[in-house]
């Protein structure tokens, strides 16, 4: 199970990155992202780290409809957030498979 949640998160942050590389508002996306890695990891149930889940899904998909660059700071960044975000979500229920699943929308 370690190996798939590594795994996971490792396609998570990928996905991210690859989305973002099309966005214009890459400060936007990384202030949305530090602010909901801190929500994420403040989270004490599964109920609370879907919640998150969701909330995240939701930034994913914004970013997702835009069509400009973010530099490879920002880049980076949002690669940061999204690898603790899903590890935090990981630790407090959250299924792998759920966030493949999730993913697998954008591709």
């Known amino acids: 199970?370690?190996?798939l949640k590594k795994v996971t998160a490792l396609v998570v942050v990928g996905s991210v990155?690859?989305?973002?590389?099309?966005?214009k508002k890459?400060?936007?996306?990384?202030?949305q992202l530090a602010v909901l890695s801190k929500r994420a990891c403040g989270c004490a149930d599964k109920?609370?780290?879907e919640d998150?889940?969701?909330?995240f899904m939701v930034i994913v998909a914004d970013m997702k409809k835009t069509d400009a660059?973010?530099?490879?700071e920002e880049g980076q960044k949002l690669g940061e957030h999204t690898?603790?975000?899903?590890?935090?979500l990981m630790t407090k229920g959250?299924?792998?498979i759920t966030v493949q699943q999730e993913l697998q929308k954008f591709r």
């Open 26 to 31: 890459g400060n936007l996306y990384v202030d």
């Open 52 to 55: 998150e889940f969701k909330n």
């Open 17 to 23: 990155i690859m989305i973002a590389i099309a966005c």
């Open 94 to 96: 959250l299924s792998p």
């Open 69 to 72: 660059k973010v530099t490879n």
């Open 47 to 49: 109920k609370c780290a």
């Open 1 to 3: 199970m370690k190996i």
């Open 83 to 88: 690898a603790t975000i899903i590890k935090c």
